[in-house]
Antibody
Framework: QMQLQESGPGLVKPSQTLSLTCNVS??????????WSWMRQPAGKGLEWIGR???????NYNPSLESRVTMSLDMAKNQFSLKLSSVTAADTAIYYC??????????????????WGQGTLVTVSS | DIVMTQSPDSLAVSLGERATINCKSS????????????LAWYQHEPGHPPRLLMT???TRESGVSDRFSGSGSGTDFTLTINSLQAEDVAVYYC?????????FGQGTKLEIK
């Protein structure tokens, strides 16, 4: 059964770039049947979809974060990554990676998510 | 963005009883072209990653107990858990995938009374 595991620094200074990696095991990210997504959850708040990456079609980001987000794939390592620039305390959250199943309606792929990684807490503080 | 609002925020139910969680979307997440509801439910147990319970508002994932059922259409959806068991203690989320950006409800914390 596929498993995902996030890794990266747990502490990032304000104005710097948050960088996380999601390692995928028991399955290949080059499988074109799925998208690969990141979500986050600040303490006491709900889940927020950050964006997704697809092996054949590039990236889509939440407009609320789009100017600061970059996602990439490393198929040789079977990993995908998230970079979030110019972070502030508001970016402190548990970050999750997840596999996105999809259906296309019109021209838009629409995702639900399973499985998820365990999540990693990233704190933005000096 | 489609705003998802769950109620209640928290819920305490006795073992063996029924728990009902509601999810309301700010616009319809049902598509008339395919007569489907673009809504998923997740269970998030402490110390575990979120787990997908249901897609299309009422289609259980493989391995999910039939004590869990989903219903609704348009803007109003319900997750029902029958015969509550101790392992059902979790936070439950709805998510719309009708349109991007995909959005989640704020979560409903389910506890044992």
């Amino acid at each position: 059964q596929m498993q995902l595991q996030e890794s990266g620094p747990g502490l990032v200074k304000p104005s710097q770039t948050l960088s996380l990696t999601c390692n995928v095991s028991s399955g290949s990210i080059s499988n074109g049947f799925y998208y690969w997504s990141w979500m986050r959850q600040p303490a006491g708040k709900g889940l927020e979809w950050i964006g997704r990456i697809y092996v054949r079609g590039g990236t889509n980001y939440n407009p609320s974060l789009e100017s600061r987000v970059t996602m990439s794939l490393d198929m040789a390592k079977n990993q995908f990554s998230l970079k979030l620039s110019s972070v502030t305390a508001a970016d402190t959250a548990i970050y999750y990676c997840a596999r996105g199943s999809y259906i296309i309606r019109g021209v838009t792929p629409l995702n639900w998510f399973d499985p998820w990684g365990q999540g990693t807490l990233v704190t933005v503080s000096s | 963005d489609i705003v998802m609002t769950q109620s209640p925020d928290s819920l305490a139910v006795s073992l063996g009883e029924r728990a009902t969680i509601n999810c309301k979307s700010s616009q319809s997440v049902s598509y008339s072209g395919d007569n489907r509801n673009y809504l998923a439910w997740y269970q998030h147990e402490p110390g575990h990653p979120p787990r997908l319970l249901m897609t299309w508002a009422s289609t259980r994932e493989s391995g999910v107990s039939d004590r869990f059922s989903g219903s609704g259409s348009g803007t109003d959806f319900t997750l029902t858990i029958n015969s509550l068991q101790a392992e059902d203690v979790a936070v439950y989320y709805c998510q719309q995938y009708y349109d991007s950006p995909f959005t989640f409800g704020q979560g409903t914390k389910l506890e044992i009374k």
